[in-house]
């Protein structure tokens, strides 16, 4: 009876690689996700509907990736973002509440928006002493242009 040989060193690496990319995408969070056409829309930044402001709120980075944030804005739409996704709203210019849970930490920020312009607001993990946290945070427009071009448009609920 012939013993099997030993695998090389790169099949053994390729190998783990492999596995570790499968594990890790089964434990990514699922959200519901907008269609291809919203989503498409969205990543080319339209200007808001006349009377209106639009307000892109997105999550990037790996930080948590098994754990989706809650997303509240006050007085309109809630969803969930996983890593590298985005929701974009339009609605009456003025103050407008974004808050974001995980478990039971909260966080929280007001963003001003105009007649006609585009805000963008990212929302991130944060490590806590014991359970993560969020925090939310108005960034520049090129910053969140970027980060959207690299996400998924999720649905609101």
């Not at 090389?8 to 056409?37: F, H, S, T, W």
């Not at 993990?125 to 980060?147: F, R, S, T």
């Amino acid at each position: 009876m012939e013993m099997p040989k030993e695998m090389p060193v790169e099949m053994r690496v390729i190998r783990k690689a492999v596995l570790a990319a499968a594990l890790l995408a089964a434990g990514c969070a699922q959200v519901p996700m907008a269609d291809p056409q919203a989503d498409q829309i969205g990543r080319s930044f339209p200007p808001p509907e006349p009377g209106k402001g639009a307000l892109y709120v997105y999550r990037s980075g790996i930080m948590g990736v098994a754990k989706p944030i809650d997303v509240a804005i006050l007085g309109g739409a809630s969803a969930q973002l996983a890593t590298n996704t985005y929701l974009r709203l339009e609605g009456p210019p003025g103050p407008v509440e974004v808050d974001c849970k995980v478990g039971d930490k909260t966080g929280g920020g007001q963003v001003q928006i105009g007649e006609g312009s585009t805000r963008y607001v990212e929302v991130s993990m944060k490590i806590g002493l014991m359970l993560p946290g969020c925090e939310v945070a108005e960034v520049p427009a090129e910053q969140g242009q970027a980060a959207v071009r690299g996400s998924r448009r999720v649905a609101p609920q």
